[in-house]
């Protein structure tokens, strides 16, 4: 395997040729880009980057939502032997700045003149940054380079100018640095050769069967290595189209226009649908509801308990298939029709939601990774699935248990080290292995079992261990619960920050005759308070005393994008800053003998961070 990123990427450019490579929204329809067309734009900003002075080893910046241009500038940059850094688009500028500072990026390639404007303004902040360049056509300004200079640069140069570059890259060669969420810190740099990411594409790709005939919708941004890797090179070296969303809220319009095969996304998005189908059929008649419900009893029993096994067996399966073509096609068609599945990883999934999909026909591949191991450390696959975990390791990848539970990893995927930290790399990386930072176990059959995060872990005044994780997603099964986070170390009992469904809350006060004029009179309603009371102990009426949720909060809207990743994790340290006084207050509240309330967000939380 001595090849590169940008080598793989030209030989399947070769092979493909006019076949469609990339697909993107424009003057409201998608337009194609073939295999071809895509090499020589890469090789047209790969030359404009050696136009403008880049040598091997110089950092790169790409601060871009999913498109095209993003794949031009990362492989662009890799080809010329540079190293490309991601940079989340939807970040404020002090984030931008110390991932631009932090990587002495010499160039940033950036979508937004507006957000170009705003850098070259405060270029003092960041000295090493020479060149700030559009990735569009747009009005030039003092200390922005216009995507026609820079493409009227690059026509100055030959692709033969690029040869020697190309061939000079090795798989040792640093490829990127990734930056972390920074949910424990100011975000670290993470060090990935060329041969990290290939080892990892060549472990999960004969995992699954994706060919030129898969066509994979691209929303979760490409700065997360998970679809970096997953959703971005592991297609482009199974020659997969790459269709990309607008953004992800015109995911569900695009999943009907593009009808792709393959989705890669987090949890989030299979919550989500899974809570609007439990809503329209628990909204729906008597019989539908029964139908519905032993539909899907059916389906469970044969695709999530155990796999046919002879001839009544089989002739039972195909009657789940029969099933699952009309009873949940109306779920399939609101996939676009033709998916074959979807894979989820960056956080938990609910076992719940996985069966659910699972028995609809539509499995959902769940896997586990971090940036730092390039990222698949495990993952279902079609030939060895089980709901509930994060699949077996891939090939190649070994995993262990540490004594305190830790899960440590081994493999040619482990990363290189954190970009100038020295230290912290000492403290994550032992003779090969990784400290991971989670806690899990392997099961007998060899299947991986996350529990959650070591530093997120609940130890409550009692001693009890707790991963809070794995509460909040069975919290969030409910169809009245959007969103939730549990809190309680070294306190007496667990309290919970609950975000309601207000469209299905809404739904309810109507039915119950319950008036309100904004989200803080709904979910401040005494009704309102007593249902989500009643739903909550439902729910956790099979857990342990010390695992259930004594008091909670409703707000009145989601967690602010501050308080989340890209990836729509929950910063509990931020969240926790934010509502210290409304999570301290439930312990003290419980002491006078006051119960559930809650917490109307009447100012932007947002302000508090601001730069």
Same mark, same amino acid.
């Given at each position: 395997m001595n090849t590169t990123l940008p080598r793989m990427v030209f030989d399947r450019a070769r092979h493909f040729n006019d076949r469609t490579a990339l697909r993107y929204k424009d003057q409201g329809s998608y337009k194609d880009i073939s295999w071809s067309q895509m090499a020589d734009k890469v090789q047209l900003f790969a030359r404009g980057l050696l136009a403008l002075g880049v040598?091997?080893?110089?950092?790169?910046?790409?601060?871009?939502? $999913?498109?095209?241009?993003?794949?031009?500038?990362?492989?662009?940059?890799?080809t010329c032997g540079a190293v490309s850094v991601p940079v989340y688009h939807t970040e404020g500028f002090s984030s931008i700045r110390h991932i631009v500072e932090d990587s002495q990026c010499r160039i940033l390639f950036v979508c937004s003149p507006l957000v170009a404007r705003k850098l070259a303004a405060k270029r003092s902040d960041t000295p090493h940054l020479e060149h700030i360049v559009l990735l569009h056509p747009g009005a030039e300004s003092e200390g922005i380079t216009g995507y026609e200079a820079f493409t009227r640069a690059a026509e100055q140069l030959r692709d033969a100018d690029l040869a020697p570059h190309l061939e000079k890259g090795a798989e040792s060669d640093l490829a990127t640095l990734v930056y972390t969420s920074g949910t424990t810190g100011p975000p670290k740099g993470v060090m990935l050769t060329h041969g990290n990411i290939l080892s990892n594409?060549?472990?999960?790709?004969?995992?699954?069967?994706?060919?030129?005939?898969?066509?994979?919708?691209?929303?979760?941004?490409?700065?997360?290595?998970?679809?970096?890797?997953?959703?971005?090179?592991?297609?482009?070296?199974?020659?997969?189209?790459? /269709?990309?969303?607008?953004?992800?809220?015109?995911?569900?319009?695009?999943?009907?226009?593009?009808?792709?095969?393959?989705?890669?996304?987090?949890?989030?998005?299979?919550?989500?649908?899974?809570?609007?189908?439990?809503?329209r059929v628990l909204a729906g008649p008597w019989i539908r509801k029964q139908v519905f419900f032993g539909a899907l009893k059916f389906c469970r029993a044969f695709s999530v308990d155990h796999a046919p096994s002879g001839l009544l067996e089989e002739a039972q399966q195909k009657v789940v298939g029969l099933v699952q073509k009309t009873i949940f096609a109306p779920l399939r068609e609101r996939l676009g029709g033709n998916l074959r599945f979807f894979v989820s990883g960056g956080a938990p999934l609910s076992r719940e939601i996985a069966e659910f999909f699972l028995a609809a026909g539509v499995p959902?591949?769940?896997?586990?990774?971090?940036?730092?191991?390039?990222?698949?450390? /495990?993952? $279902?696959?079609?030939?060895?699935?089980?709901?509930?975990?994060?699949?077996?390791? &891939?090939?190649?990848?070994? &995993?262990?248990? /540490?004594?305190?539970?830790?899960?440590?990893?081994?493999?040619?995927?482990?990363?290189?080290?954190?970009? $100038?930290?020295?230290?912290?790399?000492?403290?994550?990386?032992?003779?090969?292995?990784?400290?991971?930072?989670?806690?899990?176990?392997?099961?007998?059959?060899?299947?991986?079992?996350?529990?959650?995060?070591?530093?997120?872990?609940?130890?409550?005044?009692?001693?009890?261990?707790?991963?809070?994780?794995?509460?909040?997603?069975?919290?969030?099964? $409910?169809k009245y619960v959007?969103?939730?986070?549990?809190?309680?170390?070294?306190?007496?009992?667990?309290?919970?920050?609950?975000?309601?469904?207000?469209?299905?809350?809404?739904?309810?006060a109507s039915l119950q005759k319950i008036d309100f004029l904004t989200p803080c009179d709904l979910v401040s309603h005494p009704k309102i308070l007593e249902l989500m009371r009643e739903e909550v102990n439902r729910l956790q009426a099979q857990l342990p005393s010390f695992q259930r949720i004594k008091r909670f909060t409703l707000l009145s809207q989601d967690f602010s994008t501050k308080e989340l990743t890209p990836t729509l994790k929950l910063k509990r340290k931020l969240v926790t800053r934010h509502f210290n006084e409304i999570l301290e207050g439930m312990y003290i509240a419980q002491d006078h003998g006051i119960h559930d309330n809650a917490f109307c967000i009447v100012e932007d939380l947002d302000e508090k961070e601001k730069d």
């Open positions: 040598r091997r080893g110089d950092r790169i910046g790409i601060m871009a939502p $999913n498109s095209p241009e993003w794949v031009y500038a990362d492989l662009g940059a890799m594409i060549d472990a999960c790709a004969p995992l699954f069967d994706i060919t030129g005939k898969d066509q994979c919708l691209s929303f979760l941004p490409l700065s997360h290595v998970f679809e970096r890797m997953a959703g971005y090179y592991l297609m482009q070296h199974c020659g997969a189209v790459i /269709a990309y969303a607008e953004d992800l809220d015109s995911v569900p319009a695009n999943l009907v226009e593009v009808r792709p095969t393959i989705v890669i996304s987090v949890p989030r998005l299979y919550e989500k649908m899974y809570a609007r189908v439990m809503e959902i591949y769940e896997g586990y990774g971090l940036t730092e191991t390039s990222p698949v450390v /495990a993952v $279902n696959t079609p030939a060895a699935l089980r709901p509930g975990t994060v699949g077996r390791p &891939v090939p190649g990848t070994e &995993v262990r248990i /540490a004594e305190d539970g830790e899960i440590v990893v081994c493999g040619p995927g482990v990363f290189q080290g954190y970009w $100038n930290r020295p230290q912290q790399t000492a403290e994550v990386l032992e003779d090969g292995w990784f400290k991971t930072g989670d806690i899990g176990e392997i099961d007998a059959g060899g299947f991986l079992v996350i529990t959650d995060r070591k530093k997120d872990l609940i130890v409550t005044a009692s001693g009890e261990n707790i991963a809070p994780q794995v509460i909040e997603n069975h919290l969030k099964t $409910n959007a969103n939730a986070m549990v809190y309680g170390d070294r306190k007496p009992f667990l309290t919970a920050l609950l975000v309601p469904n207000l469209e299905t809350l809404e739904q309810y």
